[in-house]
């Protein structure tokens, strides 16, 4: 019998290979067609080459030097107006200036990137939590389910602002703070999300074959389990980034900022504008915000957009 063993175990070896090549190929050929799918919708696609872009703004400024983008003229700080937007504005400048001297559209440049940043660290990490949690409850049901739901719960009622108000008044003012007073009230969403595919993937049939063939639980929800219940997860990660964004630029906009020194921040550029007048000195506000807006209906399209492509009945 070992000598079949043994005999046989190189040709087990090509069978796991060859199926797992097929495996890859299926998902390669999944891929595909979500985007193609998602690039036949106008505005699908439009949501998801302005969110490539945002991104791509976010990783070049990641590669220069702070020195090269927040440039301070402080013998003339108050704002000047683009060059095209009247007679008196800097040659050269596409945005004008804000306060304190600083070039208006390399602030939005870097501050793209650190809003960019702590958002995504907010709704990625808020979904992950929320993935693990939702899975446990699903999966395991009883004493785990009624646990984990009611903690979700009371973690889903405390609101937000006076959360993130508390936390700051006890360990301060700064991105960090800001984001783990989202991050720990941002998963609980998710693990309802999850929790709600699991109850159904778990009465599979594919899922009782793999409970009888042996496998452990802890497999079946990492193997055959999560992997059919992310498709969702995926639609409310692009539209939480939106909402996310906004959120975080509003907090440091009421104060949250950083004391001390320029913060390049969207709500914090806002904020600079709204000090020195929006009357006088509109651009200040005005690009900015129009920044922040884009990048919300972009993620928002492609939210959309994935909601759309993802429904099986468009995939047959």
Do not use: C
């Amino acid at each position: 019998m070992s000598s079949e063993v043994v005999t046989h175990r190189p040709e087990l070896r090509k069978s796991v290979a060859a199926g797992l090549r097929r495996g890859l190929r299926r998902r390669l050929d999944e891929y595909r067609l979500t985007v193609r799918l998602l690039l036949q919708r106008p505005l699908a696609a439009a949501g998801l080459l302005i969110t490539l872009a945002y991104v791509g703004i976010a990783v070049a400024a990641s590669f220069l030097p702070d020195r090269d983008i927040l440039q301070t003229d402080f013998a003339n700080p108050f704002p000047e107006a683009p060059w095209w937007w009247g007679a008196a504005g800097r040659p050269g400048s596409w945005f004008g200036t804000t306060y304190p001297g600083i070039d208006l559209g390399m602030a939005i440049f870097k501050a793209i990137r650190i809003d960019l940043y702590y958002s995504a660290l907010v709704v990625l990490g808020g979904a992950l939590i929320g993935i693990l949690v939702g899975l446990v409850a699903g999966y395991k049901g009883s004493f785990f389910d009624e646990a984990l739901m009611r903690t979700t719960d009371v973690t889903y009622s405390i609101p937000f602002l006076v959360f993130a108000i508390a936390v700051a008044f006890v360990l301060g003012r700064d991105f960090t703070t800001l984001n783990l007073a989202l991050l720990i009230l941002w998963w609980p969403p998710y693990a309802r999300l999850v929790r709600a595919q699991v109850l159904s993937v778990k009465e599979n049939k594919f899922v009782e074959a793999a409970r009888a063939a042996g496998a452990s639980d802890t497999r079946i929800m990492f193997r055959h389990v999560l992997p059919n219940t992310l498709a969702p997860v995926f639609v409310q990660v692009s539209l939480d980034l939106g909402v996310v964004i906004q959120i975080f630029a509003a907090l440091i906009f009421v104060g949250f900022a950083p004391q001390g020194g320029f913060v390049p921040e969207l709500g914090a550029l806002i904020f600079y504008g709204y000090q020195q007048g929006a009357a006088s000195y509109p651009w200040t506000i005005l690009f900015p915000g129009l920044a922040l807006v884009v990048f919300a209906v972009g993620v928002n399209l492609l939210g959309d957009g994935l909601r759309d492509v993802l429904d099986p009945r468009l995939r047959r």
